[in-house]
């Protein structure tokens, strides 16, 4: 069974950092591609990043390139997001989600989620 | 940037009922379109992959077609469980949501 297990998130002030993790099991870790999609309170998702397989190719929304870095460790099956320079606007629920192929596509398993809270 | 719209962005129907909800891409994606359902307080659950994929274990119901920038998911006979927000999303270039149609159950 695949499983998709966030942490890391919480309250942090504006300006601020935070780096997520996602603990992955339950699939051949190092074939997929893993992507963070985030949900702001009342608002639709939206996709932050994307990293392949490997590690060498990483993909960002407008919204957050330059203070975001996706990063993933194959031996210990967890992607990472490191956020810095943190704003209001990226308060948000925070989803990892495993790519449904091993090229990248788009993503069919999501864990449950982690709160991010950017506030004074 | 590739932008996506969907309509309605709220509709209500009753059990049983067909409901038909659309995408539109505002330049071609191919076939590179998903469509997600998503409660509030749960993980976003995959439908349809592909424009008209279906995944696996997702009830037959469950339908899309499209292609190019012009995409629907059909629900063929709605029931309660359905009650949620879908999203389409395009990923062709990068990957971008549609704002979401929210169906409720009359």
């Known amino acids: 069974e695949v499983q998709l297990l966030e942490s890391g998130g919480g309250l942090v002030q504006p300006g601020g950092s935070l780096r997520l993790s996602c603990a992955a099991s339950g699939f051949t870790f190092s074939s997929y591609a893993m992507t963070w999609v985030r949900q702001a309170p009342g608002k639709g998702l939206e996709w932050v990043s994307t990293i392949n397989n490997k590690g060498d190719y990483t993909y960002y929304a407008d919204s957050v390139k330059g203070r975001f870095t996706i990063s993933r460790d194959n031996s210990k099956s967890t992607v990472f997001v490191q956020m810095n320079s943190l704003r209001a606007e990226d308060t948000a629920v925070y989803y990892c989600?495993?790519?449904?192929?091993?090229?990248?596509?788009?993503?069919?398993?999501w864990g449950q989620g982690i709160l991010v809270t950017v506030s004074s | 940037d590739i932008q996506m719209t969907q309509s309605p962005s709220t509709l209500s129907a009753s059990v049983g009922d067909r409901v038909t909800i659309t995408c539109r891409a505002s330049?071609?994606?191919?076939?590179?379109l998903a469509w997600y359902q998503k409660k509030p307080g749960k993980a976003p659950k995959l439908l349809i992959y592909?424009?008209?994929n279906s995944q696996s274990g997702v009830p037959s119901r469950f339908s899309g077609s499209g292609s190019g920038t012009e995409f629907t998911l059909t629900i063929s006979s709605l029931q309660p469980d359905d009650s949620a927000t879908y999203y389409c999303q395009q990923y062709n270039t990068y990957w971008t949501f549609g704002p979401g149609t929210k169906v409720e159950i009359e």
């Open positions: 989600a495993k790519d449904r192929e091993t090229t990248v596509t788009t993503p069919d398993y």
């Open positions: 592909q424009a008209s």
């Open positions: 330049q071609s994606v191919s076939s590179w």
